[in-house]
């Protein structure tokens, strides 16, 4: 399972590169302006920030609706880096874009998908990455997880070379939930991974290991 950060953040996206677990780096508008990063020059600049940090890929989101501005705009993003995936709306253009980027070989990455039927479509058009927003479902009352679920075996059914990248994700038990049913990716925020770490009777062990240790010496 590949481990990206879903932030804008250099400091938390160099603490989770420094953990030497992350895969990639996932970034849309919302979480640019978050961090004060705002104007084209700027946040084309700051997506060049993050890939010399991280070694993975790094999602860079077109703000185009029609098609041929999401193309515009890709190539342009694609132009920064090697280690950039456009990012794609799922909406009949961003369809034809995708198609488009994927027979050119370009990485792409398919978000707002929030059904199996967009994800079906997304993996047609031949998507590196379809981004499911499993916290956002949850906020609704639908049941985000089992989203995962039914394109994991829509997938599986007919061999989708399409990476489920589990998107919106929010805490550490959806990290876990998404392992399980066997989501390629997941995207979440710093506190998701760290959440992995915890345990009391790690902290309780090695509390006794380090006290035992100083009796002996
Ligand atoms: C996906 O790539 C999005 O950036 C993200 O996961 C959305 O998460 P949110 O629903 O917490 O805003």
Redesign the pocket.
């Known amino acids: 399972m590949k481990f990206?950060i879903?932030t804008a953040n250099l400091d938390q996206i160099k603490d989770a590169q420094d953990m030497g677990i992350l895969d990639g780096v996932?970034?849309?508008p919302?979480?640019m302006a978050k961090e004060g990063i705002t104007g084209h020059d700027n946040i084309m600049k700051h997506y060049v920030d993050i890939c010399n940090i991280v070694e993975g890929d790094v999602?860079a989101?077109v703000i185009s609706t029609d098609v041929d501005g999401m193309i515009r705009e890709g190539e342009a993003l694609a132009e920064l880096h090697d280690q950039i995936v456009i990012?794609l709306p799922m909406i009949k253009d961003g369809v034809k874009a995708c198609k488009h980027f994927s027979s050119k070989g370009i990485k792409t990455?398919v978000?707002l998908v929030f059904s199996a039927g967009q994800a079906l479509l997304a993996a047609k058009a031949g998507a590196t990455y379809v981004?499911p927003?499993i916290?956002?479902l949850d906020?609704i009352s639908t049941d985000g997880l089992n989203l995962i679920s039914e394109i994991r075996h829509i997938y599986d059914n007919y061999g989708f070379d399409t990476q489920i990248?589990a998107?919106?994700?929010?805490h550490t038990m959806h990290v876990i939930d998404c392992a399980k049913i066997g989501a390629d990716v997941m995207?979440?925020?710093l506190s998701s991974i760290e959440g992995l770490l915890k345990h009391p009777l790690t902290d309780m062990g090695l509390a006794k290991f380090l006290a035992d240790y100083k009796k002996g010496n």
């Open positions: 990206f879903d996932t970034t849309n919302s979480l999602s989101e990012k990455n978000t981004s927003f916290g956002r906020d990248l998107a919106s994700v929010r995207t979440g925020p």
